[in-house]
């Protein structure tokens, strides 16, 4: 209740209401229950606790008199011979529509409690389909919070019930693969296909698997027949752009990003690639244009990956078509967010190098120093050589040495460090090598 307490039933009968964030109890213990208690949930948003019994029986606590946790609901005598399934309790939760408590037990039905002392409800039409309607509301909090392991689980509990249901077997392979089970994954992905092979999101998660598995072979043929089917699928283009480059099609993966862009892709990743693909290449026009119609798209987004990513794209080029405060102000955002993030501090004392205001970017480098732990990333020397020139160092053209250094190394694989080597993805390795190319070019002017 409140995110604020937590309530135990234990063997013994004994239950019990504490403060978590201080560990202390916050209501006596009594023991009211006059038999063990097989397990507990909570229910109606915290305001009651449901216990079951060995007796067969499913107790509720009024959790809103904190010094009594008087027991308010027994379900004993009402004639139904399933209440020893029912006590196995394994959900509890509160029914939108008449705010009400309800439980799940392990026969698979689903008990709604009617002023939170009657006995339960078993005349349900469908107990199966309500059963399954409370696990899926479940499994969907749980991706929300990133629990995978328990979102998987519900999953599984509902394809007990119905393994044709397609969502729900893609969503269980999902939380498989992001949990780093691939072949899991892989594998819930194929049977839907199998089944539905027109349900081009199956295909689609697929490729992205093969894709982070290495196997670009069978990624880009789930791609090719994906956009074959739906040649207008923004995520599709996208992740088979992403592909291109990783395997050195350039010019490809523009091609596949410019279509994604201009259908609206709503992630700004998709944009920072297809800058990333224009930069290299020395478009500078595409360039400009992607930055401007990027930034009125997403410059007053509140997202941080959002900002994030946008201010990143703005400083692929020499110029982006906009002001250098743009890039500046969404790091300044982002650093604000987050102000223990190195990375984004030392990227904009980059930006504010290039924007003239070498003081701000002196102090931010400072900054950055003090907030990453260990050693930072070798490409930080660029930022070090960019800010060190503006400031008029001799020392500018030694940082720049060691950066490129560096790099080199990295791209040999001869970097040690785990910490110093380059990053998996092609778009943030094409980023640092854009980011020497500024560097270099600013610091050889006479």
């Given amino acids: 209740p409140g995110d604020r307490w937590m309530f135990t039933a234990r063997l013994d009968g004994v239950v019990r209401l ?12 009594p023991n009211l229950n006059t038999h063990r208690c097989q397990s507990a949930v909570l229910a109606a948003a915290g305001r009651v606790a449901l216990v079951g019994g060995s007796d067969g029986a499913v107790y509720g606590h009024d959790l809103t008199d904190l010094s009594t946790a008087a027991l308010f609901a027994a379900a004993t005598g009402n004639g139904d011979d399933r209440l020893t399934q029912a006590a196995q309790l394994i959900s509890g939760f509160e029914l939108a529509t008449d705010s009400i408590p309800a439980s799940v037990g392990k026969d698979a039905w689903l008990r709604k409690w009617r002023d939170h002392r009657a006995v339960l409800n078993n ?15 479940q499994a969907e909090r749980f991706e929300k ?39 899991r ?23 992205v698997l093969f894709a982070r598995t290495g196997r670009s072979v069978l990624a880009f043929a789930d791609f090719d027949r994906l956009l074959r089917q739906e040649p207008n699928h923004v995520l599709g283009l996208t992740h088979r ?3 291109f480059g990783e395997v050195g099609r350039f010019d490809d993966a523009r091609r596949d990003l410019q279509k994604a862009a201009d259908l609206g892709a709503d992630d700004v990743s998709t944009w920072f690639q297809l800058g ?17 119609r990027a930034w009125k798209r997403f410059g007053s987004s509140t997202a941080f990956a ?46 504010l190098a290039r924007a003239g205001r070498t003081t701000d970017a002196e102090k931010v480098l400072a900054d950055a120093a003090k907030s990453i732990s260990g050693e930072p990333p070798g490409w930080v020397d660029f930022v070090r050589a960019l800010v060190r020139l503006r400031l008029g160092d001799p020392g500018a053209r030694q940082s720049l040495v060691a950066a490129s250094e560096w790099l080199e190394r990295a791209e040999r694989g001869l970097a040690k460090n785990p910490d110093l080597t380059l990053p998996n993805s092609w778009p943030q390795r094409e980023e640092l090598r854009l980011m020497r190319q500024w560097v270099e070019a600013a610091v050889s002017k006479p």
């Fill in 276 to 292: 990333v693909s224009q930069a290299r290449s020395g478009d500078k026009g595409g360039y400009q244009s992607t930055c401007q």
């Fill in 145 to 183: 919070q990133h629990y995978w392991t328990r979102a998987e689980q519900c999953w599984n509990d509902i394809l007990q019930i119905d393994s044709d249901d397609f969502e729900a077997r893609m969503a269980r392979g999902r939380c498989a693969a992001e949990q780093g089970v691939f072949s």
């Fill in 123 to 137: 005349a349900l039409s469908d107990p199966a389909g309500e059963y399954r309607a409370a696990l899926r509301h």
């Fill in 241 to 243: 752009g992403e592909l």
């Fill in 18 to 29: 504490w403060d978590y964030q201080s560990g202390l109890p916050v209501s006596p213990s």
């Fill in 185 to 207: 994954g892989i594998a819930d992905q194929t049977e839907v296909i199998l089944l539905a092979p027109r349900l081009i999101e199956a295909r689609s998660y697929r490729a």
């Fill in 306 to 351: 959002a900002r994030w990513n946008l201010a990143r794209l703005l400083l692929l080029g020499p110029d982006p078509g906009l002001p250098n405060s743009c890039s500046v102000e969404l790091l300044q955002r982002c650093c604000e967010e987050q102000p223990g993030n190195a990375i984004a501090q030392y990227v904009r004392a980059y930006a």
